[in-house]
């Protein structure tokens, strides 16, 4: 169950898989018998706001690399709800993403609850490119359709003692099989500062490639911030709490020396098992050297001033 079949693309890679690695052996000392096969599923092509897609594209957001063709990132997926494999179909697709409300509380004029339908045509839509670099030294250039995480953070109107987002994963153990593990700190959770939150560059994602996000990427709403590893960036997110104290992450709560609340790409920060000075390109057989913040410190750099005694990149 746990042997993971390698496509053409994946062959160069050596260490495929730390981050699933590390959780196979977590199922192994707990308990085997959790993983139940996922039954028959059915794909549902019901999207919310299917009409506003494409959106313009925002031409402030290049790449400085070709655009990652589907194929390759909707069949290489990180969602450990469904699979702990990198093949998350057909498991993901029993997950019905439409209604689906968000709802933000916590440290708020007033708490509320918002479909994402409704949500989207109030704040409206844009198409950006984005790079995502994975912790697991992999990576892929997207466009992304949503907007700025900062619209929503406005709605919600936080107080003044909010000083960080707590973004949450649904959870829902009969159509997520490795939910029904119980020694994962599920739901999935992640956290950003108010600072993070408000830059531009942090974006909620409701499409890809022109269209609505087909489950496997996290639909119907997940994060994109491109400067930290990609475990950052939650999927499914139905959610999001204004709080004081830095919330603890779903990936702190596994392995907190390997995985830290900041998670800031930095090549010359090892990983404690592996580099992560180069990354693979997903769809080619070409390693690249991976930059600092993934090539967007003059856009987030300075969140992290008068910051330097923190783990800022692991
Ligand atoms: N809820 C949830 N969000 C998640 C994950 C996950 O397992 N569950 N994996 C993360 C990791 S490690 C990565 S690299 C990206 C992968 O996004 P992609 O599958 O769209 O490439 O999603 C992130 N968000
Ligand atoms: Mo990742």
Redesign the pocket.
């Known amino acids: 169950m746990y042997i993971k079949r390698q496509r053409g693309w994946e062959i160069s890679e050596r260490e495929a898989t730390p ?1 699933s690695v590390f959780l196979n052996r977590r199922v192994l000392l707990g308990s085997a018998a959790g993983l139940v096969a996922a039954s028959a599923f059915e794909g549902r092509a019901v999207y919310a706001a299917g009409d506003l897609y494409p959106a313009t594209r925002n031409g402030a957001y290049t790449l400085d690399r070709a655009v990652t063709p589907e194929k390759y ?1 909707a069949n ?6 469904f699979s702990l494999s990198k093949t ?1 179909l057909p498991e993901a697709n029993a997950l019905k993403t439409k209604p689906w409300t968000i709802k933000v509380d916590g440290l708020v004029e007033k708490p509320f609850e918002i479909d994402v339908e409704e949500l989207v045509r109030k704040v409206g839509l844009e198409e950006r490119l984005y790079r ?1 670099r ?3 030294a992999w990576s ?1 250039s997207v466009p992304w359709t949503g907007f700025p995480l900062a619209k929503l953070v406005a709605l919600a109107k936080p107080l003044s003692g909010a000083k960080y987002l707590q973004m949450q ?1 649904f959870m829902d153990k009969a159509v997520a099989p490795v939910q029904r593990q119980f020694i994962y700190p599920w739901p ?1 959770t ?1 956290g950003l500062t108010m600072a993070e939150a408000g830059n531009d560059l942090a974006f909620l994602a409701t499409g890809i490639y022109g269209k609505p996000l087909p489950n ?3 639909a119907p709403i ?1 994060l994109a911030v491109p400067w930290k ?8 997110i139905n959610k999001i709490s204004f709080v004081e104290a830095r919330p603890k992450t ?1 990936w702190e709560g596994l392995q907190a020396a390997e995985y830290g609340f900041w998670a800031n790409v930095n090549p010359a920060v090892s990983h404690p098992r592996w580099s992560q000075a180069s990354e693979r390109v997903l769809g080619t057989d070409q390693r690249v050297p991976t930059l600092i913040y993934n090539g967007y410190g003059d856009q987030v750099a300075d969140l992290y001033k008068g910051l330097e005694k923190e783990r800022l990149f692991v």
Not at 76 to 81: I, M, W
Not at 229 to 236: D, Q
Request: hydrophobic content about 25%.
């Open positions: 981050e990132s290489y997926n990180n969602f450990y709800e998350v995502h994975c912790v697991e892929m994963t999935y992640e496997q990427f996290g997940r590893y990609g475990f950052k960036s939650i999927k499914s779903f």
